[in-house]
């Protein structure tokens, strides 16, 4: 007859990790108790007996911040290679595991799990894993510091990074370039090494993952909410001609506008067509850009989309080509993700033609 699973209560910061561990285990018809034995000064040690009389020992980590440079510290610890010898199984507890720190866990063969709902175990011949709840502790402040549309300065450096990924950085010469406080560059800088996407060495900051990044940044981009004003358009012109009429708009006139998303990528990597064109235009030049270009506001059946934008982080690293005002290639790909098929097919391109290289 199977056993009552326990788990010995004390009142400890580490109450909480030690039920949930209970909890996972308890589903599984091959368990037939887990008993906490001590803790440690990282977390605790449970005993995992199997019916059929089996026993594994765990080492729980109890973490706060489960992000991928903490983990490979863990991993390195002279107490979990001790463990690891001693054919304990390691099993890291956090509030929330990301995707990148699951696999950090994976490629070296340790568990986790979280109090959000996520876990994956793997122990001889068990393996139980259960994904996709949501992060009930999400950081907001840590991610939009980082990636979010809104945080003007982050943006900014991110942007001056990945412009060219094997340039390695002094925080310093970074910060004067870009008139921004050495604070600032640093906390990008931590993100970034938190996440295993980048290093700091004598040399500089220097990228070693520049596709994470821009996933990452590219689906925080699709969440936020931006504050830049976005006007649907249509113009009885083809999409050529009236792309053309930009280049004369800003020779008579002055006034600069700038070819993102698909009609944009389409300048770096020719290999979709496109039925939309996009456009961003500076909030000052807004009026006087109507005013010329022809196209008219629309409720449905845009062929047109302007975003008028309030900020020159976005349009950072702009570039001309062929006479045209293009957008970086790192707001394209941005902009590109956001649409599904065509746009995730070019932004794949720029991605390893123009940011990866």
């Known amino acids: 007859m199977k056993g009552v699973i326990t788990v010995k209560v004390i009142k400890d910061i580490y109450y909480k990790e030690k039920e949930r561990l209970v909890e996972n285990f308890i589903k599984l018809p091959v368990i037939e108790s887990c008993n906490w034995l001590s803790d440690t000064d990282s977390g605790f040690i449970s005993k995992l007996m199997f019916t059929d009389k089996s026993f594994v020992n765990i080492q729980a980590v109890v973490m706060q911040r489960a992000y991928p440079s903490a983990i490979e510290q863990i991993v390195k610890n002279e107490l979990i290679q001790n463990s690891i010898?001693?054919?304990?199984?390691?099993?890291?507890?956090?509030?929330?595991?990301?995707?990148?720190?699951?696999?950090?866990?994976?490629?070296?063969?340790?568990?986790?799990?979280?109090?959000?709902?996520?876990?994956?175990?793997?122990?001889?011949?068990?393996?139980?894993?259960?994904?996709?709840?949501?992060?009930?502790?999400?950081?907001?402040?840590?991610?939009?510091?980082?990636?979010?549309i809104k945080s003007k300065v982050s943006s900014l450096i991110l942007r001056e990074i990945m412009k060219d990924v094997s340039y390695q950085w002094k925080l310093s010469k970074l910060s004067e370039k870009l008139q921004c406080s050495i604070g600032q560059v640093s906390k990008v800088k931590n993100y970034l090494c938190e996440n295993l996407w980048a290093d700091l060495s004598d040399k500089g900051l220097r990228i070693v993952e520049p596709e994470s990044i821009m996933r990452a940044w590219s689906k925080c981009y699709s969440d936020s909410e931006t504050d830049n004003e976005v006007i649907e358009c249509y113009t009885l012109n083809s999409l050529s001609i009236f792309e053309n009429s930009l280049k004369e708009i800003k020779s008579k006139y002055g006034i600069k506008s700038y070819l993102t998303g698909i009609s944009g990528?389409?300048?770096?990597?020719?290999?979709?067509?496109?039925?939309?064109?996009?456009?961003?235009?500076?909030?000052?030049?807004?009026?006087?850009f109507f005013k010329y270009a022809e196209c008219k506001q629309v409720d449905s059946g845009a062929n047109i989309q302007i975003?008028?934008?309030?900020?020159?982080?976005?349009?950072?690293?702009?570039?001309?080509?062929?006479?045209?005002?293009?957008?970086?290639?790192?707001?394209?790909?941005?902009?590109?993700?956001?649409?599904?098929?065509?746009?995730?097919?070019?932004?794949?391109?720029?991605?390893?033609?123009?940011?990866?290289?």
Do not use: W
């Open 265 to 288: 990528g389409v300048r770096y990597a020719p290999v979709v067509r496109y039925n939309k064109v996009h456009i961003m235009v500076r909030e000052e030049d807004k009026s006087l």
């Open 85 to 148: 010898k001693d054919e304990y199984y390691v099993i890291i507890i956090a509030p929330y595991v990301s995707n990148e720190s699951a696999r950090k866990c994976e490629e070296n063969n340790i568990g986790y799990m979280d109090m959000s709902g996520n876990y994956r175990i793997h122990i001889k011949l068990l393996f139980v894993s259960e994904q996709g709840h949501q992060n009930q502790y999400i950081q907001k402040r840590k991610i939009k510091s980082v990636f979010d």
């Open 307 to 357: 975003m008028v934008v309030k900020s020159n982080e976005l349009l950072h690293d702009t570039r001309n080509i062929n006479g045209y005002q293009i957008a970086s290639p790192v707001q394209i790909y941005l902009d590109c993700m956001k649409y599904k098929g065509r746009g995730e097919e070019i932004a794949e391109k720029i991605l390893i033609k123009e940011i990866v290289r």
